[in-house]
């Protein structure tokens, strides 16, 4: 068996960001139309007006201040509100594995590798842009990576589940490097006209580097575990599918977007994401207290600052856990891997930190690395 390191992260920030007032703006507009449409329906009591948004409400909601999308005219559009989104030719390369080999060859160029050196791609995400394909493979042949690639969906924990499966590989020697891809376009999932999520959602994709500890740069991080928990929830959804057509839906039907009881999630994941991450440092020998940094999924400032108070017993410094959802939103299985990327190039040699996700299923993965 070898031993196995995160070598290095990758990013694609898309051109496009999409600040509060705008969004609420937009939002703002979107309701009024509507409210004037339905007056007579609401005036009568059968339906009820759609409340404003405020960035006040988003930010205490949330804690997000601005997202990046692909295309934000669309979003931004009272009588649309959805990203407006080229269709492309099947000769062309598709927005997802566009973005994903430009992550990829981000996070190879900050390790110093090739392509030559990476025998496997898994593309991880929380929304997939076709069945197959495998974006995976459309991703290793625009890269030029001879061998392996496959697509896997576990929503905002797919990136941590995705690197428990590249480990796995490049422990048992069926692959010396692979690559794993997040590319989260998550804005044509979004239900962009409800109050109470039209803020969540924001793009980007991140790749990361998984090779053997021998092979890989001064500095890599070893990964000492990783830890995989599901347990069934409706409480986090999307229904959309290839059997939606078949079943007459409207493709503007709010049961084919996102949608979660907040509430929930937010008092059942909690708990659950701290004990799974206290479990499992204890079974290396180590105690949340000891860890030097928690990167954490970004989906809502509140959810990490509780988990950092599970954990720690005390509220967690944004050094302890950082924060980067106020400037990309939630970005499903891509946060915590941003918050890596983005604050770990202070860590000194053998201090530990741990990445964890949590989302839908309920799904929750966890990777404790230590600098080497």
């Known amino acids: 068996m070898h031993r196995v390191a995160i070598s290095s992260t990758g990013i694609y920030i898309p051109p496009e960001v999409i600040t509060n007032e705008e969004l609420v703006l937009a939002f703002n507009s979107f309701a ?74 981000d996070a190879l160029a900050r390790a110093g590798k090739t392509v030559d050196d990476v025998d496997g791609v898994i593309c991880a995400a929380a929304n997939m842009q076709r069945a197959y394909p495998a974006m995976a493979i459309e991703i290793q042949t625009a890269l030029g990576i001879k061998g392996f690639g496959f697509d896997m969906n576990v ?38 006209k409800d109050r109470d999520c039209h803020f969540i959602f924001g793009d980007v994709c991140t790749a990361i580097l998984v090779e053997r500890l021998d092979a890989a740069p001064a500095g890599a991080f070893e990964v ?84 950092g108070r599970k954990l720690l017993g005390r509220d967690a410094t944004t050094d302890e856990a950082p924060v980067i959802l106020d400037e990309f939103a939630n970005t499903a299985s891509a946060g915590s891997i941003i918050s890596f990327h983005r604050h770990h190039t202070d860590f000194q040699t053998d201090e530990v930190g741990v990445i964890c996700s949590f989302g839908a299923g309920y799904s929750i993965g966890s990777v404790v690395v230590r600098r080497t």
């Open 32 to 105: 009024n139309l509507e409210n004037e449409k339905n007056a007579a329906d609401i005036a009568s009591g059968a339906a009820n007006p759609i409340a404003p948004s405020s960035v006040e409400f988003i930010e205490k909601a949330s804690g997000i201040q601005r997202r990046y999308v692909m295309e934000k005219a669309g979003v931004l559009d009272p009588h649309r509100m959805r990203p407006r989104l080229r269709a492309r030719p099947d000769s062309e390369i598709s927005l997802m594995a566009e973005i994903g080999v430009a992550a990829a060859r």
């Open 155 to 192: 929503a905002c924990s797919s990136a941590t589940f995705a690197i428990e499966m590249a480990v796995n590989s490049v422990k048992t020697g069926s692959a010396r490097a692979v690559l794993v891809v997040n590319p989260e376009i998550t804005s044509p999932h979004l239900a962009w």
């Open 224 to 307: 000492m575990g990783t830890r995989l928990l599901t347990t069934f929830s409706n409480n986090i959804r999307n229904n959309a599918g290839f059997m939606s057509r078949s079943e007459d839906r409207d493709p503007d039907d709010r049961d084919q977007l996102f949608y979660q009881e907040g509430r929930k999630v937010f008092k059942e994941v909690c708990p659950m994401a701290a004990e799974h991450i206290t479990s499992h440092l204890a079974e290396h020998g180590l105690v949340p207290q000891g860890v030097r940094r928690f990167w954490l999924h970004q989906a809502n400032l509140s959810m990490n600052q509780l988990i």
